[in-house]
T-cell receptor
Framework: AQSVTQPDIHITVSEGASLELRCNYS??????LFWYVQSPGQGLQLLLK??????LVQGIKGFEAEFKRSQSSFNLRKPSVHWSDAAEYFC????????????FGTGTRLQVFP | ETGVTQSPTHLIKTRGQQVTLRCSSQ?????VSWYQQALGQGPQFIFQ???????GRGNFPPRFSGLQFPNYSSELNVNALELDDSALYLC?????????????FGPGTRLTVT
């Protein structure tokens, strides 16, 4: 069955520290992979996506993610976190040609201390 | 360019009642997807509409139904509301069906069923 696992429910980092949010997926074919961010009271904003090609993808707000097929992972990273990055982060997988149904993980809440 | 809008923002209904949620897609987008996000969970795919036809459905009962209009706006209808229907309902529009197309999310409608 298709699924996405985000093992970390809540992560706390200091401003300026590096960040890595974990995502593991289960998908029968080559997946499309996404990271979204959700701030309180807001909808979801796409940070980055992977379809094919270079396994290291760059996104908005200084985020990047690396696709590792052997580990079924798509971890999100940022070298230096800003207080404004505090939010909920969701990893998602999709891949059907005919529908863009996304399967989301349960999310990781990021808290940033000054 | 206007983004995805949803109405109403908040809604309180009683168990057994019916509710209609509305979504205006982004200009030029012909595909709308609906997601349910329960508290503390990731969004779950309800269904998708492509050019006024249902194009995929998640694991939701038939009392969840939808419509897409010629201008590609959309409605989500839920009959016989249950307490577990309390959630944030997100609408997303895209340029086409298929995982390749980026989905743009609205801010959501918060439904509370008492």
């Amino acid at each position: 069955a298709q699924s996405v696992t985000q093992p970390d429910i809540h992560i706390t980092v200091s401003e300026g520290a590096s960040l890595e949010l974990r995502c593991n997926y289960s998908y029968g074919a080559t997946p499309y992979l996404f990271w979204y961010v959700q701030s309180p009271g807001q909808g979801l904003q796409l940070l980055l996506k992977y379809f094919s090609g270079d396994t290291l993808v760059q996104g908005i707000k200084g985020f990047e993610a690396e696709f590792k097929r052997s580990q079924s992972s798509f971890n999100l990273r940022k070298p230096s976190v800003h207080w404004s990055d505090a939010a909920e982060y969701f990893c998602a997988v999709g891949g059907s040609y005919n529908t863009d149904k996304l399967i989301f993980g349960t999310g990781t809440r990021l808290q940033v201390f000054p | 360019e206007t983004g995805v809008t949803q109405s109403p923002t908040h809604l309180i209904k009683t168990r057994g009642q019916q509710v209609t949620l509305r979504c205006s897609s982004q200009s030029g987008h012909n595909t709308v997807s609906w997601y349910q996000q329960a508290l503390g969970q990731g969004p779950q795919f309800i269904f998708q509409y492509y050019r006024e036809e249902e194009n995929g459905r998640g694991n939701f009962p038939p009392r969840f139904s939808g419509l897409q209009f010629p201008n590609y706006s959309s409605e989500l209808n839920v009959n016989a509301l249950e307490l577990d229907d309390s959630a944030l309902y997100l609408c997303a529009s895209s340029l086409g069906r298929g995982g390749f197309y980026e989905q743009y999310f609205g801010p959501g409608t918060r439904l509370t069923v008492t």
